[in-house]
């Protein structure tokens, strides 16, 4: 099978910003059946959204949970949302998720347009699952949908002369976004499958999903407003 296969890191922001977002999973869901119907294949990664968050807060107020418990907290929301992204894609998607980017017979076998996996283990995020199966499917560009227009500089929210960053290399964004894992951290991009990406030399366009034509652009090879990290 030679279809040309795309690697989303659809981030759990887009999802369930707060409620699940159906009009956008609407949206997001048209334009990938058009992609499919011209012949392209999916390999869609779910973040785990507010529903990780609410989780994560409400068992913080319940006593001590320590950093792995919020980490698979989040991973059950991530796979839940995956379950959820299969269920709406049924038709394309293989009937399985992924839960563990080292074992990919399932995904392997496949002939679906959509594959859909969720997070593995704590520790992790759903940036580097995404950036594992990329490399593991010979993947050379990850697509990463969040609700950010650009990576900058700095963290927007705190500095107001943060700058927007249309092109950066791997070393640059490593010396923005650190090289350590931090539970529920809200980096662009996870430092740790920042090193992978930068080392298998993996390219990722981080961009704004609620944005679909901007997306539509990405997808058809034109200039497209967001970060490209290489
Ligand atoms: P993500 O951080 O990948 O999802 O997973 P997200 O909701 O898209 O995050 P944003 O919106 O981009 O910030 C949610 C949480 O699940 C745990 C982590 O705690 C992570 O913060 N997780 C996820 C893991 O521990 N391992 C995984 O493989 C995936």
Redesign the pocket.
Known sequence: MNKKMIVISL???LIVPDEIDWKFLKQFKKIIETEIKKGCRFIIVT???KT?RKYIEAGAKMGNIDSDD???I??H??RLNAHFMRTIFKKYAHPTINTNPYDLESFLKAKESILVA????????????SILLAKHFEIKKVVNL?NIDYVCDKDPKKYKDAKKIKEISWPDFQKIVGDKWD????VPF?PVASKVAAKEGIEVAILNGKKLENFQKYLDGEKFVGTTIR
């Open positions: 981030g759990g922001s973040g785990g959204g990780a919020k980490d698979w989040g991973i929301s991530t969720g997070g593995y283990r704590p520790g992790n995020s759903t940036d580097y699952i969040s539970p529920g951290s809200n996870d």
